[in-house]
């Protein structure tokens, strides 16, 4: 979002992933990963979002359920997507992870598919094949692993949980009335939620196959944390300061330093 400071210019959980993407000698960083460093640079020489997120219609209505979807998780769950955190060492390193639970330590992201079709190859694939299926089969199933990845640094995590969540038709007209209670300034984002019938919005038949609930458990390989943290500081070597001008090899020689203390 553009007046999220912290994530301004800097890696951040939601687009890590682009950063483990290779190229074709398997050693330096490929395309995705490039580009997503330059657009990084290009925030840091404007000093604000070169997006905003806020107005994507499968952002939004993620939003709009991320705290329904917490209400029907059991008390050992904590909402936490409000606050964005930075890396102890590496200050160009953010996320906002959605939740997490004490016992054990472990980040949770929940995921509310503007689709239907996203929804089940969600849900098939980690009940067949658990996150490994997932990578492999959904279309953003790496991106979301390595989001977990990155949050799991960040709060000091070994385990992460995809949940998975899509309303019951039953639930929908709850889901209105969330909208209508919405601060004014707000609302107005939600129109088409708050006007849509019920086929218009994507939603699970009372009874049926699927639950509106769903979730995967995992741990987090160190050896992929290192992996990431390996990327991330090879990377920010490339980040212009804020100020726009390129590091020095002091500086580039202290974020290194920095993860040895």
């Not at 218009?200 to 290192?226: C, H, M, Q, T």
Request: charged residues 25%; proline residues 5%.
């Amino acid at each position: 979002m553009i007046n999220n400071t912290p994530r301004i210019g800097n890696f951040t959980s939601s687009e890590i992933g682009n950063l483990m993407k290779k190229d074709r000698s398997g050693k330096g960083f490929g395309a995705p990963a490039l580009t997503y460093i330059e657009e990084c640079n290009m925030e840091r020489r404007l000093g604000r979002s070169i997006t905003d997120e806020v107005s994507a219609r499968p952002l939004l209505w993620g939003k709009l359920l991320e705290e329904r979807a917490f209400d029907l998780l059991g008390l050992e769950y904590t909402l936490t997507s409000k606050d964005t955190i930075t890396h102890p060492a590496i200050p160009y390193w953010a996320g906002s992870p959605d939740g997490g639970k004490d016992e054990p330590k472990t980040v949770v992201d929940i995921k509310c598919p503007i689709t239907l079709k996203s929804f089940c190859q969600l849900v098939d694939n980690f009940k067949e094949g658990g996150m490994d299926q997932v990578r492999a089969e959904h279309k953003d199933g790496d991106k979301y692993y390595w989001q977990i990845v990155s949050n799991a640094i960040l709060t000091g995590s070994d385990n992460g949980e995809l949940i998975v969540y899509m309303p019951y038709r039953s639930e929908l007209a709850d889901i209105r009335m969330m909208v209508q209670l919405l601060p004014g300034e707000i609302i107005g984002k939600y129109y088409c939620v708050a006007t849509a019938m019920d086929d218009e919005l994507p939603y699970l038949l009372d009874g049926g196959y699927y639950r509106n609930v769903n979730i995967l458990s995992f741990p987090i390989p160190d050896a992929d944390k290192k992996a990431l943290t390996d990327a991330v500081l090879r990377a920010g070597e490339m980040l212009v300061d804020l100020n726009g001008t390129p590091k020095t090899k002091a500086a580039i020689l202290e974020d290194a330093n920095a993860l040895k203390i």
